[in-house]
């Protein structure tokens, strides 16, 4: 079965600071790998997905993440944070063959101070 | 514009109530989902439909009941079986039952104990 482990509950990080937003996965095979936005009593919003190929992944408002076979890892990052950047962020992963659902991490949330 | 919506956005229940989320889309997408968020838990799969007519248990399905009449439309009903239903619902809608589609998200009903 596959799961997501978002390390750290709370990021916090200067505006204009390059920020981090750390995801591992475990699947049995290769893996769909997607980040979410989360702004208060709101939806998620998708912001990026690994599908295969180039192993940085670019996406809505300036965030990449890079897919580390290796590592398990997929980590968000964006060079430059903003303080509307502020939001809660969920890392998902789903298993490139079969028809399981996405399963996401419990999310982690960022804080960007001025 | 197309979307998915849920409602009402607020909801009260009282004991040995059931109540009824409403949760439909204009977006033509085959696979739906219901999800409960309760803060530090991220999201958890409460059912599934990938077609009209069908649906799966997620991970916590107990206590709640769903149907799948029509492609717009998968309303999803909390039971007085539900001991805890106090939560943020979200339903997601995505495109075909392949896992490499990023999830659409409406903006969630909030459900109360009276």
């Known amino acids: 079965a596959q799961s997501v482990a978002q390390p750290e509950d709370q990021v916090n990080v200067a505006e204009g600071n390059p920020l981090t937003v750390k995801c591992t996965y475990s699947v049995s095979g290769n893996p769909y790998l997607f980040w979410y936005v989360q702004y208060p009593n709101r939806g998620l919003q998708f912001l990026l997905k690994y599908i295969t190929g180039d192993n940085l992944v670019k996406g809505s408002y300036g965030f990449e993440a890079e897919f580390n076979k290796s590592q398990t890892s997929f980590h968000l990052k964006k060079p430059s944070a903003l303080v509307s950047d502020s939001a809660l962020y969920f890392c998902a992963v789903s298993e490139m063959t079969g028809n399981t659902p996405l399963v996401f991490g419990k999310g982690t949330r960022l804080s960007v101070i001025a | 514009d197309g979307g998915i919506t849920q409602s009402p956005k607020y909801l009260f229940r009282k004991e040995g109530q059931n109540v009824t989320l409403s949760c439909e889309q204009n977006?033509?997408?085959?696979?739906m989902y219901w999800y409960r968020q309760d803060p530090g838990q991220g999201l958890r799969l409460i059912y599934y439909?990938?077609?009209?007519?069908?649906?799966q248990k997620g991970d916590i399905a107990e206590g709640y009941s769903v149907s799948r009449e029509k492609k717009e439309s998968f309303p999803l009903t909390v039971t007085s079986a539900q001991k805890n239903p106090t939560a943020f619902y979200l339903c997601a809608s995505t495109l075909g039952e392949r896992n490499n589609q990023p999830q659409h998200f409406g903006d969630g009903t909030r459900l109360s104990i009276l």
């Open positions: 439909s990938q077609i009209v007519n069908d649906f």
């Open positions: 977006l033509n997408h085959d696979a």
